[in-house]
């Protein structure tokens, strides 16, 4: 059974790299974490192996509602895709380290590329309710870092990662071939999993912020530390806090994502699609 206690976060990653490719039978090049309201996007592609994050060494379930708990393994054209159909949140409480623990193995187990999904709320009223963006940069709110401790071990980078690029022009780029109509923004990551209040979404606004939400930055550090490219979308769901006059609700955010669902799977699928055409004529 997997299990998140252990000392060392790297050794613990490889373990269940290692189980990964020997469940699947093969290394893999790209991994792909939905977030809340992309999970329709697990069954437009072809699945050709599941597994159970249960089963893998330092995986937990998710406890969010609309988080699924299972790792597949998926054919994009000759790219090999891991698709993890939930993420750990800060807020649920089992550390840093779980919440990165995904995107680390599977730089471990071969993936180049990881794409970050997420549902948002949405500080721009032009955008409005539903509006897919991708994130261009980010505001690191959550008070933590995944390098935060001993130094990682060789061959890795030490722990003063430089975020310039976070988010890769390239990926953007090739996102908006799928899709010209795709807003761009920073996202603010808050710790959770309270709602923020409409002082903090003021300052947000004032920093420059353009989506907020509870996930995907600690996610981002860790990629970037493992030298992966990393592309991030978002799913506005909500308008924030204090610019409505309406109460916010978790039962919003999943009915908005519900409904969704269809178009932001397929544009998901698409974009992936996307990214194997580009490898396979390089």
């Known amino acids: 059974m997997g299990s998140a206690i252990n000392n060392d976060p790297y050794e613990l990653a490889q373990r269940a790299a290692e189980h990964i490719v020997s469940a699947f039978g093969e290394s893999h090049d790209l991994l792909a974490i939905l977030g809340s309201g992309w999970a329709h996007a697990a069954s437009v592609l072809e699945t050709t ?8 060494p330092g995986f937990t379930k998710p406890s969010a509602i609309g988080h699924g708990g299972s790792l597949k393994s998926v054919a994009v054209g000759k790219t090999r895709v891991l698709l993890l159909t939930g993420r750990t949140h800060l807020y649920e409480g089992h550390g840093v380290n779980s919440v990165v623990h995904g995107v680390r193995s599977a730089a471990f187990a071969g993936c180049k590329t990881v794409v970050l999904t997420n549902a948002a709320g949405c500080l721009r009223t032009d ?53 010209p109509s795709l ?23 004032s920093w420059g912020a353009d989506l907020v939400g509870m996930s995907t930055v600690l996610e981002t550090i860790a990629a970037r530390h493992m030298g992966m490219e990393v592309l991030g979308l978002s799913l506005a769901t909500n308008l924030a806090a204090g610019m409505t006059g309406e109460k916010l609700s978790g039962d919003e955010v999943l009915a908005i994502g519900q409904a969704a669902a269809t178009r932001v799977g397929g544009l998901l699928a698409s974009i992936l699609k996307q990214i194997d055409l580009e490898r396979e004529t390089k």
Not at 50 to 56: F, M
Request: aromatic content about 8%; cysteine-free.
């Open 49 to 56: 192996k599941e597994i159970h994050v249960t089963d893998i």
């Open 183 to 205: 807003n761009e923004g920073v996202y603010m990551g808050f710790h959770g999993p309270h709602f923020e209040t409409p002082a903090e979404i003021r300052a947000a606004r």
């Open 127 to 179: 955008w409005g309710v539903g509006a897919t963006a991708l994130i261009s940069d980010h505001i690191n709110l959550t008070g933590h870092s995944p390098l935060t401790g001993a130094n990682p071990p060789s061959p890795l980078h030490g722990r003063f990662v430089d975020l310039t690029d976070a988010y890769s022009l390239r990926l953007r780029a090739l996102a908006k071939r799928v899709d």
